[in-house]
């Protein structure tokens, strides 16, 4: 609502569930980057980077009609993700069209 408010027409998320976030903003007709968010660790939300990648890309897969959205793969920060996860990233970026 906010950013509603303070006319922000974009938004960037960056974290876990991103099918909540991609459903939010298309139902309050707001603008956004959803993040394929990838991290080492477990969460709630998944069991490690390949999880969280599978389902980062289910969630883009399922949202894939809506114009007000568009994807990123996001890996969390260098002291998050190893050296290898990167190299997935970037896989994962260049099979699928996403930016980082």
Not at 8 to 19: A, E, G, L, Q, S
Request: proline share 6%; hydrophobic share 40%; glycine share 8%.
């Amino acid at each position: 609502a906010e950013c509603i408010r303070s006319g922000t027409t974009t938004v960037n998320d960056m974290y876990w569930f991103p099918h909540c976030t991609a459903e939010a903003l298309c139902e309050i007709g707001l603008r956004g980057l959803v993040n394929v968010m990838v991290i080492e660790f477990p969460s709630k939300y998944g069991s490690g980077p390949e999880d969280y990648i599978a389902k980062g890309l289910a969630s883009r897969e399922a949202m894939k009609d809506q114009a007000l959205l568009g994807w990123t793969v996001a890996p969390h920060a260098p002291y998050t993700v190893t050296d290898a996860t990167f190299e997935r990233v970037k896989q994962v970026s260049e099979e699928h069209g996403l930016p980082v």
